[in-house]
């Protein structure tokens, strides 16, 4: 089976297709039933139940009293899927993680070993821009939505032929161009004016 430390989105994805795949039910709520709310599941009806061992790339449950089952029904006329049996930190997962994002001063890209170090400090992220702009906004008590393309994979090994160059950066902006338009601009009709009064303006 995957780390439990990293599954990536191709992963995932297999899971999900698997899953689809093997149940007609497309659910609009999700439930995750701890120690006491396992029952739930089996109240579901028209249900399709998958045992976690049976799942392809799916983490396993390790504590007692837990099923261990993905069920799939209806409850109250809402398509639900349940899990019976959850994960914890104790079982060895990982929390949710958060990117972190780096700035370096540009304007050249890091070298192999600055790569490494901001590999080893936790980095997911580097750019060159975006933390001033966070800093100042912050400081004047307007909230922030950072949004970064990430155009390249940084170079960590000295025996990787890649290399990371400007022309680059800018030819999958403009490839990605459309897209990020379209998110910002629903981003923007999506958005509630507010005069900020919810933040913390001690900042
Ligand atoms: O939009 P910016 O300028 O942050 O994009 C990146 C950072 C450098 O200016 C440059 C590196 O190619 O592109």
Redesign the pocket.
Known sequence: MHSKEHISHDEYQKTADWLMSQTKHRPQVAIICGSGLGMLADTLKCQDSFAYADIPGFPQSTVQGHAGQLVFGELKGKTCVCMQGRFHMYEGHSLCKEGVYAMVG??NFETIAEARLLHRLGVDAV???TAPEVVVATHCGLRVFGLSLITNKVVKSYEDTESVN?EG?LEIGRLRSHTVQQLVTELIDRMEINNNDNINKSI
Request: cysteine-free.
């Open positions: 540009g304007p750019g060159m821009s400007h950066v």
